[in-house]
């Protein structure tokens, strides 16, 4: 017998196998499953036996009672996923924010706050925003302001006094040919200017060209839109559902920061080719081997038609998959239409 030849009434008993582990996290017995199905404890004990033949369930050496394995837990994952595709979410769009910082930061808290699950909300920045260009425009006593914006869409300026007096024909044409140096370029926020683009800019005065370019490398820093995590303390009020290994390696990647990019990175790429658009990595699925005792749930949020970011949340393997994944999707949707509406 397969997986995928298990009947009506085997799906039934493991769906609400894995609804009653989940809600009391106690391994399930056939009498608890009988009261709650109404189905005699020896047809429950039967099926209970088939499912845990093809790797569906498991028994802890101490209890009759059963527990989900990880295929358990995708099955029920993919079969909440077809049902909850087209239901309205109850995340609520966060108030009060008054910058793409503040918006992400708010909606970590929001999702931390409905699942009590760890939250973190990625913006452009941990995929390597770039920089698309670099405008200015001219203030009274030799100032300039200059604005510099991302690829992504967000932009930051600053005033600057130049070091030497240079003509405003001259200033068009260092900014222009920077500009034109810059197009098409795969160029991150770490964009060496000062070692690349002095050579193309060498034909100007080196101390204006340098003070632009020193303040161009300032303002594509400042526009990044970090990494926001809400739920530590959630998190830890959860002990008993995370093993040793798991919770160390959750505490690992987020003192890594290259780690965590990477978990953000994979989950906005899985995410963009997803039919529901929100992805669930179960135990052994993590790209992290030592994240076996947990779950990663994420999906992608949008400006402008392009992926932006991404939304997640990490927890024991026990947790709510229904509010996860609603809470996910409803997260990233929110995104989206404050950052096209708002920004």
Known sequence: MKISDITDRQREILLKTLELYISTGTPVGSAALAEEMEVSSSTVRSELANLESVGLLTHPHTSAGRVPTDAGYRYYV????????????????????????????????????????????AGPSAFGDSLARVDYLPLPEGEILLVVSMESGASSSTKISLPAYVEEEELREILHSLNTWIGGRPLGIDLELALAARKVLADYNPRVVGAVLEAVEVLSRATERGVFIQGVSALLSRLDDLDPSSLSAIVEIFERRRWLLKLMSDALERSLISNSGVVVSIGAENSFYNLAGASFVAAAYNRREHPYGVVSLIGPKRMDYDAAISTVRSAAETLTYYLNAKF
Do not use: H, Q
């Open 78 to 121: 993919d079969a909440l996923m077809r049902e909850s595709a087209v239901e309205t979410s109850s995340f609520e769009a966060p108030e009060g924010y008054g910058n793409v910082d503040e918006l992400l930061r708010s909606v970590s808290e929001g999702m931390s706050e409905v699942t009590r699950l760890l939250a973190v909300v």
